[in-house]
């Protein structure tokens, strides 16, 4: 059955924000995140394997892979091809938001102010990754933003470390946080990924 977004958001703490240059990292890369329990994987359609990548990855036991950066409905066809359980944008458009909410696909679109969240509240949203979120003022401007949206949920990306996350995750309306720091970018150490796989899995992200 497919999961809802807010279910997605509860699974883990953190969901790491993936860019993908080469296929052949993409499943040793999910088998390391999992295996530290963050079982959210968002894979940025920034980067020609990104595709391919959501392929491989979804084959491994626990993995829940959505695609990031989908930015029109065209990328969005693509993503629902390779297989993606859930789509992740940095902002909201209503054609993106229309044609994904329309097919019940579990969506987090980026907001960065109370106009983005009335437009999304208006197509029936709920639920939104609040981008960049460091950028754009941090943990005093999320509250601020959240206070007349008591409805509305949050995962916080953008600027956010292993070190700030539990700050963040601290906040009612923050169901978990995205961020790239458990993958940088390289050749990927995937004994090191694990280990900042299983930290952040240890921080709390559960509110009700
Ligand atoms: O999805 C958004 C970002 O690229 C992730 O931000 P970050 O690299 O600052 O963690
Ligand atoms: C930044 C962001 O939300 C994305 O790449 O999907």
């Known amino acids: 059955m497919t999961k809802s977004i807010e279910q997605i958001m509860r699974t883990a703490p953190v969901i790491p924000v993936l860019v993908i240059d080469d296929v052949r990292h993409a499943r040793p890369l999910a088998e390391?995140?999992?295996?530290?329990?963050?079982?959210?994987?968002?894979?940025?359609?920034?980067t020609p394997a990104a595709l391919d990548a959501i392929r491989e990855m979804r084959q491994v036991e626990g993995a829940l892979v959505g695609a990031g950066t989908v930015?029109?409905?065209?990328?969005?066809?693509?993503?629902?091809?390779?297989?993606?359980?859930?789509?992740?944008?940095?902002?909201?458009?209503?054609?993106?938001?229309?044609?994904?909410?329309?097919?019940?696909?579990?969506?987090?679109?980026?907001?960065?102010?109370?106009g983005d969240i009335m437009h999304g509240l208006d197509l029936g949203l709920h639920h939104f990754k609040f981008f960049p979120a460091t950028a754009a003022g941090g943990i005093p401007t999320l509250k601020a933003l959240a206070a007349p949206f008591s409805q509305c949920r949050f995962c916080p990306t953008g600027g956010i470390t292993a070190a700030t996350a539990p700050d963040w995750l601290a906040l009612d309306p923050v169901l978990c946080v995205g961020g790239s720091w458990l993958a940088p970018a390289g050749m990927p150490d995937f004994d090191a990924i694990a280990g900042a796989a299983r930290q952040a899995c240890a921080l709390q992200g559960d509110h009700t």
């Open 32 to 46: 390391a995140l999992v295996s530290g329990g963050l079982r959210v994987l968002e894979v940025t359609l920034r």
């Open 71 to 114: 930015l029109n409905p065209r990328d969005y066809d693509a993503a629902m091809k390779a297989g993606s359980a859930f789509i992740v944008s940095p902002g909201l458009t209503e054609a993106l938001a229309g044609a994904v909410a329309g097919d019940g696909t579990p969506y987090l679109p980026g907001v960065a102010t109370a």
